[in-house]
């Protein structure tokens, strides 16, 4: 399967702003985003020029994309899935990306990062009512219930990433039992409960172009 594998930090210096791509280390002053906050390669530094409104409908694209740790065929269908949808094409479409198992396992705090959630997922870590799923892209209804299997438990990388899960930090539509290690999906999320600092709208331009 087709995946990125180029260093991680210069996506996010490309996008001007941290997508937490790296976990813990996105919270430090080691950030490269800290230091270079200009995009990688010899001109990057170079002034920059206005952008024509297609150079931003596609930024905010690849922006989210990044976000989200998917490639563009998947990213494209979730945009029509989202299209075929009844109510606001962009909000469905985060929806979409939100209810992703690699991305609830992410909000959940089982992973450090997206990336992370993805291996975990891939390698049988987890289960779904009760049935072991191996498809980071699996999509979650609203009851559905995540939790790690019993054997992966004393995973240390699971719970050095549970440690970092703040109290009240997690998302109200999200509901999480740290002791059984698991988690259940309350409701599909509204736009307003997605910390996610972008303009999805721009996305719809581009695609319905």
């Known amino acids: 399967m087709a995946r990125y594998i180029g260093p991680v930090c210069k996506l996010c210096r490309r996008e001007g702003q941290k997508l937490f791509l790296k976990g813990s280390k996105c919270a430090t002053p080691?950030?490269?985003v800290e230091k270079r906050n200009f995009p990688p390669?010899?001109?990057?530094?170079?002034?920059?020029?206005?952008?024509?409104?297609?150079?931003?409908?596609?930024?905010?694209k690849q922006k989210v994309r990044r976000i989200y740790g998917i490639l563009e065929r998947q990213f494209r269908n979730a945009f029509e899935n989202a299209e075929r949808q009844k109510g606001i094409t962009s909000e469905a479409l985060l929806q979409e990306l939100e209810c992703r198992l690699d991305n609830v396992v992410y909000r959940l705090g089982f992973a450090s990062s997206r990336k992370s959630a993805r291996q975990l997922v891939r390698h049988r870590?987890?289960?779904?009512?009760?049935?072991?799923?191996?498809?980071?892209?699996?999509?979650?209804?609203?009851?559905?219930?995540?939790?790690?299997?019993?054997?992966s438990k004393k995973m240390e990388v699971i719970h050095a990433s549970m440690k970092r899960m703040k109290e009240g930090r997690l998302l109200p539509w999200l509901d999480l039992d740290k002791a059984g290690m698991?988690?259940?999906?309350?409701?599909?999320?509204a736009r307003a409960d997605i910390p996610l600092e972008a303009n999805e709208s721009l996305i719809v331009e581009l695609y319905s172009k």
């Open 125 to 151: 870590h987890f289960l779904v009512n009760d049935k072991i799923v191996n498809v980071p892209s699996y999509q979650l209804r609203a009851g559905d219930v995540v939790q790690v299997r019993e054997k």
């Open 182 to 189: 698991k988690g259940s999906l309350l409701n599909i999320p």
């Open 41 to 60: 390669g010899q001109h990057g530094n170079a002034r920059r020029f206005k952008q024509s409104n297609y150079g931003v409908q596609l930024r905010e």
């Open 30 to 32: 080691k950030c490269p």
